[in-house]
């Protein structure tokens, strides 16, 4: 443990940060005891030996010294207002004897900075933060049930529409005030046309024979003992003079009829064909029509119905092509 | 600290934490977004700091951040001379003091800054800065010193 004069700076500032032990701590204060001198160019004493009062029994005799080493640091302490009642009596002497000294540390009174409250952070309001919202459980229960009711109107917009739509129906007399389509159409005598069902039975008989007709079980010869249709037949098949009725075309057609599983005749199957191919008529005359009226709504609801009512008369067709071998001639 | 807490540190401290940064950095842009990190970072950690200790919280990632951006910066040598243009004639006390302000080194600039801007005692400037009670007081000492000394020779030049 070797102190002296050279060192004891090095000692003070181990001192003042409480890094020496006790034993470390008598042999400086001994030192010092002996070599009051040296505390002159040493003013991190007067921090450490204040302190430590009880430890020191002569400190009394350097303690209240006040030199021109030191002043500098009793002078700032005491602007900060931190020199103890004893050595605030010794610095006022010592600038009482020293007015040079005490001039040059008046400076220390000015050396205190001062905020400047016109300085003022530009982005504060960046800085915010919002507080989370609390939402109530049930607040997210009805958007739940509003979410599920729009996904269930959602889907039951989505489903199929009815084949006659109320667009379609309003544009029924103008496609029923229209001549008729003429390739479709089948050009008959106006007797044949009133019984339409009796010379289709009649052609029937003479053109092929019953027994080519693989379908059909039993052969119906009089019109009187032919099945009940399924649906109405198409009132244009009864009556010559009124060729189309498209109300009676564009009517919904019941999908899944027990039609294959009936016991036809070729005759009915005939007559339905007719009703069919009328119906077809039907339907191209009623998109001709909307094509006329609405030309540029190719693509619009009303279109779109049409499409949609058309869409059962496409299928029945597509039925009766399969059940009926296109090359069959009855 | 709740998110009410947090804005109202932003009331209290925002202005005060610019303050302190801008003297340290003399750079504006590097201050706003020091203290925009300082407040970014209790913001990340607000659930685990108290509302009475923010405020030395942010004056201690604000010192850090200021050291690790002075770090990055070229050491400016500082002379006991005064540059050549430094002053004019029309400087009052506080121009002076701020311009003597930013020849001390970081550290002591810093400690002196918030010894005097924010009023700490020497026990919370050693927790904020991590130095040991000693170092503080010796830097305040020194730096004071040291603005006395540059600020007599200035009022000589001027």
């Known amino acids: 443990m070797n102190i002296n004069q050279q060192n004891l700076a090095a000692w003070l500032q181990r001192a003042c940060s409480k890094q020496l032990t006790a034993a470390e701590e008598q042999a400086l204060l001994n030192m010092l005891e002996q070599h009051p001198e040296w505390l002159d160019g040493n003013p991190e004493a007067l921090r450490w030996l204040p302190d430590?009062?009880?430890?020191?029994?002569?400190?009394?005799?350097?303690?209240?010294?006040?030199?021109?080493?030191?002043?500098?640091?009793?002078?700032?302490?005491?602007?900060?207002?931190?020199?103890?009642?004893?050595?605030?009596?010794?610095?006022?002497?010592?600038?009482?004897?020293?007015?040079?000294?005490?001039?040059?540390?008046?400076?220390?009174?000015?050396?205190?900075?001062?905020?400047?409250?016109?300085?003022?952070?530009?982005?504060?309001?960046?800085?915010?933060?919002?507080?989370?919202?609390?939402?109530?459980?049930?607040?997210?229960?009805?958007?739940?049930?509003?979410?599920?009711?729009?996904?269930?109107?959602?889907?039951?917009?989505?489903?199929?529409?009815?084949?006659?739509?109320?667009?379609?129906?309003?544009?029924?007399?103008?496609?029923?005030?229209?001549?008729?389509?003429?390739?479709?159409?089948?050009?008959?005598?106006?007797?044949?046309?009133?019984?339409?069902?009796?010379?289709?039975?009649?052609?029937?008989?003479?053109?092929?024979?019953?027994?080519?007709?693989?379908?059909?079980?039993?052969?119906?010869?009089?019109?009187?003992?032919?099945?009940?249709?399924?649906?109405?037949?198409?009132?244009?098949?009864?009556?010559?003079?009124?060729?189309?009725?498209?109300?009676?075309?564009?009517?919904?057609?019941?999908q899944q009829q027990p039609l294959l599983h009936a016991t036809i005749s070729a005759a009915w199957l005939r007559q339905a064909d007719a009703w069919l191919k009328s119906l077809q008529a039907s339907a191209a005359r009623a998109r001709q029509t909307a094509q006329r009226i609405i030309p540029n709504q190719a693509s619009g609801p009303n279109a779109v119905r049409l499409v949609m009512a058309i869409g059962p008369l496409e299928m029945d067709r597509t039925f009766f092509a399969r059940t009926i071998p296109a090359d069959h001639n009855y | 600290m709740t998110t009410e807490q947090y804005n109202e540190s932003v009331d209290l401290f925002a202005d005060r934490l610019y303050r302190f940064v801008i003297k340290s950095l003399n750079h504006a842009a590097d201050a706003e977004d020091v203290v925009q990190t300082c407040f970014e970072i209790l913001?990340?950690?607000?659930?685990?700091?108290?509302?009475?200790?923010?405020?030395?919280?942010?004056?201690?990632?604000?010192?850090?951040?200021?050291?690790?951006?002075?770090?990055?910066?070229?050491?400016?040598?500082?002379?006991?001379?005064?540059?050549?243009?430094?002053?004019?004639?029309?400087?009052?006390?506080?121009?002076?003091?701020?311009?003597?302000l930013q020849r001390l080194p970081p550290q002591q600039k810093a400690v002196v800054l918030l010894r005097d801007y924010e009023g700490y005692r020497y026990e919370e400037i050693a927790e904020i800065t991590g130095l040991s009670l000693a170092q503080v007081k010796v830097y305040i000492f020194r730096a004071r010193r040291k603005l006395r000394d540059d600020l007599l020779s200035l009022r000589h030049v001027v």
């Open chain 1, 52 to 254: 430590e009062a009880d430890i020191l029994p002569n400190r009394e005799r350097f303690k209240a010294k006040v030199t021109e080493a030191n002043c500098d640091l009793c002078y700032q302490l005491a602007v900060e207002g931190r020199l103890k009642p004893d050595y605030r009596n010794h610095l006022e002497k010592f600038l009482e004897a020293h007015p040079a000294v005490h001039n040059r540390l008046k400076m220390y009174g000015q050396v205190v900075l001062h905020p400047d409250p016109a300085l003022r952070f530009p982005q504060r309001s960046r800085l915010y933060r919002r507080p989370k919202a609390v939402v109530p459980l049930w607040s997210r229960l009805a958007a739940a049930a509003a979410a599920a009711v729009l996904a269930l109107a959602w889907l039951l917009n989505d489903l199929p529409r009815q084949p006659v739509a109320p667009e379609v129906t309003e544009l029924l007399p103008v496609i029923s005030g229209l001549p008729p389509v003429p390739e479709v159409m089948p050009e008959e005598p106006a007797h044949e046309q009133r019984r339409p069902t009796a010379a289709i039975a009649q052609a029937s008989q003479t053109t092929e024979p019953a027994t080519e007709v693989q379908p059909v079980e039993t052969e119906i010869a009089d019109d009187s003992e032919l099945p009940p249709l399924p649906v109405p037949v198409p009132q244009i098949l009864r009556d010559g003079d009124a060729p189309l009725r498209p109300q009676v075309a564009l009517q919904p057609v019941p």
């Open chain 2, 43 to 100: 913001w990340r950690n607000h659930s685990r700091v108290a509302f009475e200790s923010c405020r030395s919280y942010l004056f201690t990632v604000a010192y850090h951040e200021i050291l690790r951006l002075l770090r990055r910066q070229p050491v400016e040598e500082l002379t006991d001379t005064l540059p050549v243009g430094y002053l004019d004639d029309n400087l009052s006390l506080r121009e002076l003091l701020e311009r003597c």
